[in-house]
Structure formats: structure tokens, C-alpha cells
């Protein structure tokens, strides 16, 4: 491989995913830039468990104090009827080899975002460059942006979400799925929970088919509020009414009620996620995060598994003898558990499951 100065990298997202890879190869002596669509970068949406493996690799990358700063540890998760009646209380599981490592930290999206973005030099950044083609030239590839510039790269790391416009050029022309359900999502104050919400512990209160999420953000002072409802229109931003919302939650304990009707501003969206796609790398251009294995909430490892894939993509460039090698290995280290978490994530929660962590019969089975 050329020397890791000469090796030209480039990003496009400046998502969890796109930054996690940048601050990745940053700190492993690379050089990289990164190219966003968007005019500033930022993240919406709601609060997140980011698990031991991805507070690992912030060590790694010598951020583990400002990670530690922006989110709070969490021990349990909870599974509550409509009620209101604790039905499972579950410690997070150890997904690393320390069997003490049986913890979340809750964070904000936004927050994880901007710890990653703050670690990259504003130079290295590109807004409004919108990614329009890509074209592959033997080991090396052009990419064309829509305000004119073009880029060649020896490496192409498409972190560009759901919607990937290299996955389709590349690998998969399958459309996203949509599961036939609404997200509506919302930040409150932390005492403007009727006492429902906890200081630390992510709380589930599901029916059969209505899950209503209560993330503390201690370190915010607030909580994240996330309710999932069955609903037929697959607009991805559905303009509906928050009536249609309340009239499904209306059997929830009447605090969850007077929560919902509170809040004046939701982030409202249609789930989608995408089937498994069975190649991700050629021998110059690969995906990471979403833009490979976009995958429902239900199981919080959308963001983990984008900072994952960045942290074992760079191991890879650092152990092999060429881009391709690299990316042939990352492939393969990702894609099996990658693929067990959409498929996983595809439960919703109800009130008569046995466990929130079905993984961890796959973990004990196929210990690595
Ligand atoms: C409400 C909610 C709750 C979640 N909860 C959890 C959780 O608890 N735990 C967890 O691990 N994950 C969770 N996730 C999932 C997680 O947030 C995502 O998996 C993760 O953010 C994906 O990051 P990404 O960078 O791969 O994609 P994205 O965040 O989608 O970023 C893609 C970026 O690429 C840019 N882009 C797109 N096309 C182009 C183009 N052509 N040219 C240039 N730029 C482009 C976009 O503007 C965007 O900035 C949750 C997601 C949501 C919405």
C-alpha cells in the first residue's frame, strides 16, 4: 500500500457514520476529507445507547472524556405495560470480552455528532458538496458533486445513510422497506415526565403494537420521547395530525397521555430500513454505516454499528497490504453481525416479550 500520507481518502456523509470513519483515520494518521450535502452539519431525532464496543473505540481516538461529558452510564432497561407495570427489568448485556462492561451511555444524537465533528478540522469538511456520480477507474475512483468540484480518491467510504447513492450506483438497486409504522420523536424537560421517566434507566411501556420510548439525558436535564404507532402512509416526513398518534395511545396510562399532548413540535417519520446487501467493497469504494446496513431503532445499534464499522474499516487499511485486501477483510468482520442486528431490529417490542436482547443468545452461541 502507498504510505498513509499518500493514500487519498474520501468521505461522503457527515453522519455518526461519515465522521466516526474520518475522526478514525485522523487519528491513525491518514489524511481524509470529507464530503456533506447539507449546508451545516447536524442531527435531529432522539436520545441513543451507545454501547461499551463503540465507547471503546472513542478511547481509542483519545475522546473518551468528551464522550463521558455528553452522555451518562445506564445499567438497566426496562419493559412496562400501558400501564405502567414493570413486566422486565433487564441490565444491559456485555457485548465486549469484560463481562463488567454490562452498561449503556445515553446520549443525544446530536451530541454524539458533534463530539465527532468537533475532533475533525473545519478544512477537511466540504458542505454543500452533494455527491451526483461516482465513477471507478481501475484502483482509484472520481466522484462528481453537484456544485461542479470532482474529487479522485484511492478510497471511497460511502457514509451517505438510507438512501445511498453509492449502494445503488454500486451494489443494490433494492428500494428501502417500509414497515408500516410512524416514529414521532421529541426532547421534554426532565420534570415534565409525571414522574414516569427514570434518572438513568431507558423505559419501554409497549402494548401489542405501540411502543413508547422514555430516554433520560441526565447530563441535558432531559428526556428523550419516542412513540411508534402502525400507520399505512409511507411518506418519509408524513405530514399527519399528532391526533393520529394520540388516538393510539389512548389505553397508555394517562401521564404517558398528558406527555404526548404536551409536546408541541414532533420529528415525525416513516420507519424504513434495507433488506441485508450482500456486497458492500469493490477494491476502491465501500459503505459504512447506514448507507450498508440501514436498520430499525428497535434495538439501538444503528449508530454503534457505524461507529464500529469505522473503527475495524481503519484496522483493516492498517493490516493489509492494499486498499482492496482492507476492504475485502472489513467486509467480511461486519457484515455477520451487522446483518443479526436488522435482522433482530425488525421486532417491535411488546408487552410479552422475554427479553429486550435477543442477541445475546447469538453472542452466547458463537462466542468470537
Ligand atoms: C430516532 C432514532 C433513534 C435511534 N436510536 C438508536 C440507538 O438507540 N442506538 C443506535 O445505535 N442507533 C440508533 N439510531 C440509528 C442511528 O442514529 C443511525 O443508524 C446512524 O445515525 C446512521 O449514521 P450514518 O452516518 O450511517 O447515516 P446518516 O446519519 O443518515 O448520515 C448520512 C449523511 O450523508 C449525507 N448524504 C446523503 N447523501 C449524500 C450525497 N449524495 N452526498 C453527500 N452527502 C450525502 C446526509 O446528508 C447525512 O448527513 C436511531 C435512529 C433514529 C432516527
Partial sequence: MKSKSDVRIAITGGGIGGASAAVALRHAGFNVNVYEQASAIKEVGAGIGLRPPSIRYFKKWG??????????????????SDKGDVLLKEQWPALTDDPDEKWARLIHRADCLDTLINAIPSEFIHLQHKCKSIVRHGDYAEIEFENGVKVEADLVIAADGIRSLTRQLFFSQAAPVFHGYHAYRALVNDDETYGLGTEDTLRIFADDKVNIYLLPLKYRKQVSVD??????????????????????????????QKIAENIDYWDIRALYD????????????????????????????????????????????????SVAEALEKYETLRKPVCHLFQNLSRQFHNDKEETFFPEKEFFEKTPE
Avoid at 475522546?63 to 412496562?80: F, Q
Avoid at 411508534?228 to 394517562?254: A, C, S, W, Y
Wanted: aromatic letters at 2%; charged letters at 20%; hydrophobic letters at 40%.
Fill in 63 to 80: 475522546l473518551l472524556e468528551e464522550i463521558e461529558r455528553v452522555t451518562h452510564k445506564s445499567v438497566l432497561i426496562e419493559i412496562l
Fill in 274 to 321: 434495507i433488506d441485508p446487501v450482500h456486497q458492500w467493497s469493490n477494491n476502491c469504494i465501500t459503505l459504512l454505516g447506514d448507507a450498508a446496513h440501514s436498520m430499525l431503532h428497535n434495538q439501538g445499534q444503528g449508530a454503534n454499528m457505524a461507529i464500529q464499522d469505522a473503527g475495524i474499516l481503519v484496522e483493516c487499511l492498517l493490516e493489509a497490504d
Fill in 227 to 256: 412513540i411508534t404507532v402502525p400507520h399505512h402512509d409511507p411518506t418519509g416526513r408524513p405530514n399527519v395530525p399528532k391526533e393520529d398518534m394520540l388516538n393510539q395511545i389512548k389505553n397508555f396510562h394517562p401521564d404517558l
